[in-house]
């Protein structure tokens, strides 16, 4: 259909420009209204004449197929948004989702490694060699600053004042955050630009801070894979052996010794404190643990 290839494009345009919102989540959103589409023509049904009833018959469907809780919630959010999208730009006069409740979900707590863990993790990298070196200043970084992977590895050198020992990063939305690396980090960075950096180049140029063994930009998938390896090592479990893991662990870490929400909220570059907030819950829980392992009425 002619119409909905054009408002999906329209949309997914908003959702780039306007709301700079990442690119894996335009293409979650952007499989779940062509999953819509395709269900509304199936009944024969444009997108802009589409009421409350077929939203709802549509997520019905979804449930009876046996879709998760967050992939259900998500296919909602995505549609209101598109219709938030067409009210907006006066394609509709009245938002067909009003009425349709969100549903609660409960909380997953983040998983985060233990200190011991991540000093295990840090340590596994040979640092005397040069992609061991590379590696080594990563995990160092991302557990210094907490960035995202994705954050990680968009680092380019005029992002870096090791001097002051601040980071930029830019975070979801291009938001642009500054974050203090630490001393181990700094250490690892200069080793890792003096001495490994030149040999991965072999002459060749790059923007980038860290790039593979061929002088080009290390991407996210990359990463995991150098992180899974790592894990394996330390004798982490597979579980847990995620980049994210390590931002999760860097909030917690912080949290436990003190640091306050609002300037971990900076840090983590969450737009909302409740997001944050989520890390008063881990400590919370992992008080509890200690308390029955350790109470003798525990």
Known sequence: MEESDRLLDEFLNHLTVEKGLSKNTIEAYSRDIIKYFTFLEKADILPLKADSNHIVSFLSELKKNGISARSYTRNLVALRMFYKFLLKKGSISAMPTANIDMPKLAKRLPQSLSIEEVERLVEAPEAKKTL???????????????????????????????????????????????????????????????????????????????????????????????????????????????????????????????????????????????????????????????????????
């Open 132 to 298: 061991g070196l590379r590696d080594k200043a990563m995990l160092e970084t991302l557990y210094a600053t907490g960035m995202r992977v994705s954050e990680l590895v968009s680092v380019k050198l005029n992002d870096l004042n090791l001097q002051t020992g601040y980071i930029v990063t830019y975070g979801k939305g291009s938001k642009e955050r500054i974050v203090p690396i630490g001393e181990t980090a700094i250490a690892y960075i200069t080793g890792y630009i003096n001495s490994a950096r030149p040999v991965l180049l072999k002459g060749r140029s790059s923007e980038h801070l860290f790039i593979t063994a061929r002088g080009k930009r290390l991407t996210r998938q990359t990463f995991w894979v150098i992180i899974k390896k790592y894990a394996l090592l330390a004798g982490i479990p597979s579980n847990k052996a995620k980049p994210h893991t390590i931002r999760h662990s860097f909030a917690t870490h912080l949290l436990e010794r003190g640091a306050d929400l609002r300037s971990i909220q900076t840090m983590l570059g969450h737009a909302d404190i409740s997001t944050t907030q989520i890390y008063t819950h881990v400590r919370a829980e992992r008080l509890k643990s200690i308390h029955k392992k350790s109470h003798p009425r525990g």
